[in-house]
């Protein structure tokens, strides 16, 4: 059962563009949602999250916004630069204070030059 | 600070042996989580500790287990190896607070290969 889905696998965007990246929930419970970057060989990186609380977090060229009522989320890089090329995992969890962290199966994320 | 650190980097092992992989955490940090990546699957949940106690499972068979020492590290081992638990396993800190909305930092993972 896949509570977190990213269903598209693949994005490629031209260098400058917006890249916008989905993410869908179906756990009402869930009120953090999280996104991370990974390079190949290392571990994920946290990029920015947002709380169910606000529908926009913005952090420089990263913005994430979350509209509840479609249990969705998205990902806005803006401009995009071949250095974000990586696959993005979206995550999630919920409010109880011991809540792990479920994550999608994450968008590799292509910017050409 | 440090970050997290996992060892050893790169494992192979043989089918039914078995494999003890480690995480350090960030220092401070109290809940330690592991995660098993392979193509396709993205980040799969194994377990999380928090203060030595066990409080969160994932769907693996008992195969996979894992202990916290009094330090916070903590260590994940898998017993009778088969050749589909080749994969990157990953380890997760949060901070002491223990609460939902807080990131959890990574360390680089453990490629394990079961030839």
């Known amino acids: 059962d896949q509570q977190v889905k990213q269903n598209s696998p693949s994005l490629s965007v031209q260098e400058g563009r917006i890249s916008i990246l989905n993410c869908d929930y179906t756990n009402s419970m869930f009120d953090y949602f999280l996104w991370y970057k990974k390079y190949p060989a290392e571990g994920p990186t946290f990029l920015i999250s947002?709380?169910?609380?606000?529908d926009k977090n913005e952090d420089g060229r990263f913005t994430v916004f979350l509209n509840k009522s479609a249990k969705h989320l998205s990902l806005h890089i803006v401009p995009s630069q071949p250095g974000d090329s990586a696959v993005y995992f979206c995550a999630a969890s919920g409010q109880r204070a011991n809540s792990k962290l479920t994550f999608g199966k994450g968008i590799t994320l292509s910017v050409r030059p | 600070k440090a970050g997290v650190t996992q060892t050893p980097r790169y494992l192979i092992k043989t089918r039914g042996q078995q494999v003890t992989l480690s995480c350090s955490p960030i220092?401070?940090?109290?809940?330690v989580s592991w995660y098993q990546q392979t193509p396709g699957q993205g980040l799969q949940f194994l377990f999380e500790y928090f203060s030595e106690t066990q409080r969160n499972k994932g769907n693996f068979p008992g195969r996979f287990s894992g202990r916290q020492f009094s330090n916070s590290r903590s260590e994940m081992n898998v017993s009778t190896l088969e050749l589909g638990d080749s994969a990157l396993y990953l380890c997760?800190?949060?901070?002491?607070?223990?609460?939902?909305?807080?990131?959890?930092?990574f360390g680089q993972g453990t490629r394990l290969t079961v030839v």
């Open positions: 947002i709380s169910s609380i606000k």
């Open positions: 997760a800190s949060r901070s002491d607070r223990g609460q939902f909305d807080t990131e959890a930092f």
């Open positions: 220092s401070g940090h109290r809940s």
